[in-house]
């Protein structure tokens, strides 16, 4: 199995924003389907969103749709989570992984991930 990194967590107000990054040293992130799933302490795991190979085709869980953007930078082997208008209910531990489909319920379609990285939104 392959284990991407996942970067870029941290604490910051309501509103605020944040980018997590998705990286590996061992594979290429553009040879696979990508994505990011969270968890909060008590809540089962819930898929954030995830991106196509080549075609660039993405996906959002409507509880992220409009605030969040993923996007591949294939120069840097990177996959990027982009967080803006974050709310308290966005805390979580984010993890990111390869994935069997990109599409509802992507949770249930992980092959592997990362730790994780913790992000929080708090006043």
């Known amino acids: 199995q392959v284990h991407p990194v996942e970067s870029g967590g941290g604490l910051v107000q309501p509103g605020g924003s944040l980018r997590l990054s998705c990286t590996a040293s061992?594979?290429?992130?553009?040879?696979?389907?990508i994505g990011w799933f969270r968890q909060a302490p008590g809540k089962e795991r819930e898929g954030v969103s995830c991106?196509?190979?080549?075609?660039?085709?993405?996906y959002y869980e409507d509880s992220v749709k409009g605030r969040f953007t993923i996007s591949r930078d294939n120069a840097k082997n990177t996959v990027y989570l982009q967080m803006n208008s974050l709310k308290p209910e966005d805390t979580a531990v984010y993890s990111c992984?390869?994935?069997?489909?990109?599409?509802?319920?992507?949770?249930?379609?992980?092959?592997?991930w990362g730790q994780g990285t913790q992000v929080t939104v708090s006043s």
């Open positions: 991106i196509g190979m080549n075609d660039g085709r993405t």
């Open positions: 061992d594979f290429t992130l553009e040879d696979y389907l």
């Open positions: 992984g390869t994935i069997a489909f990109c599409r509802k319920g992507l949770q249930e379609y992980f092959h592997s």
